[in-house]
């Protein structure tokens, strides 16, 4: 089964996303800032981790960071979905490593998609 962390600390986004994913046949894991995301991932290995940049205590920008910094993790895909659309934010979340990125408002059909190409 295919493994998704979603990070963000909307819980519209959260539940939408679950509840998509599940149906799609993902196990998830869910994580409300970047801290708790990196605690998940001391014991579990997602496919995909879908992360927000805003977030209290440790922000997306900084918890890709920690990612990429984890050699287990080199397998694990990356995709920021994000309220900060300036080309800056896009640029800086690309260079950090991630894989995509997505601004909100979203289209779940489309991160679906993109998710499902990073993985195959």
């Known amino acids: 089964m295919k493994k998704i962390l979603i990070v963000d600390d909307e ?4 539940m939408s996303l679950e509840y ?3 149906k799609n046949n993902f196990e998830v894991f869910i994580a409300r ?14 496919d995909v981790v879908i992360l927000d940049v805003m977030m209290p205590h440790v922000d997306g920008y900084a918890t890709l960071e920690q990612i990429k910094k984890e050699e287990r993790l080199n397998g694990c895909r990356v995709i920021f979905l994000s309220a900060k659309n300036k080309d800056s934010d896009i640029e800086k979340g690309l260079a950090l490593g991630a894989d995509r990125y997505m601004t909100k408002p979203f289209s779940i059909k489309k991160l679906v998609e993109q ?4 993985i195959t």
């Not at 819980?11 to 959260?14: A, F, G, S």
């Open 115 to 118: 998710v499902n190409e990073l």
């Open 11 to 14: 819980p519209n986004i959260v």
């Open 33 to 46: 800032d970047g801290q708790e995301a990196l605690d998940i991932l001391k014991s579990h290995l997602p």
């Open 20 to 22: 998509t994913f599940k």
